[in-house]
């Protein structure tokens, strides 16, 4: 748990208890380009499962300084080193899908 604005949350690195525990060193984005290709982007007019038309090479973002609230507000959680290590975009995607049933 971690203390913010002086609440105790959970720490969302903290794997669910039906999959493994995660790596307390990696916290960071992984530039895995899941959360720009599985989730729906209302914003973006971004549909599921399809990448973001501003993700670029190397799963990079290409608008990274101008993108909306909702991508500037996105933090990495578990759910990254679930889906990182998976050899391609379209897995990323896919597991990302399936762990939230979509």
Same mark, same amino acid.
């Not at 729906?40 to 499962?49: E, Q, S, Y």
């Given at each position: 748990?971690?203390?913010?604005?002086?609440?105790?949350?959970?720490? =969302?690195?903290?794997?669910?208890?039906? $999959?493994?525990?995660?790596?307390?060193?990696?916290?960071?984005?992984?530039?895995?380009?899941?959360? +720009?290709?599985?989730?729906?982007?209302?914003? *973006?007019?971004?549909? *599921?499962?399809?990448?973001?038309?501003? *993700?670029?090479?190397?799963?990079?973002?290409?608008? $990274?300084?101008?993108?909306?609230?909702? +991508?500037?507000? $996105?933090?990495?959680?578990?759910?990254?080193?679930?889906?990182?290590? =998976?050899?391609? *975009?379209?897995?990323?995607?896919?597991?990302? =899908?399936?762990? $939230?049933? =979509?």
């Amino acid at each position: 748990m971690t203390a913010v604005e002086g609440e105790t949350v959970p720490d =969302l690195f903290t794997a669910p208890d039906d $999959y493994p525990p995660r790596s307390v060193w990696q916290r960071d984005c992984t530039v895995c380009g899941a959360c +720009c290709t599985a989730p729906d982007i209302a914003a *973006l007019a971004k549909p *599921l499962g399809t990448p973001c038309v501003n *993700l670029g090479a190397g799963c990079l973002c290409t608008v $990274y300084a101008s993108r909306p609230a909702v +991508c500037r507000n $996105y933090r990495p959680d578990w759910v990254c080193g679930e889906v990182a290590p =998976l050899p391609t *975009l379209e897995a990323r995607a896919a597991r990302f =899908l399936e762990i $939230y049933g =979509l």
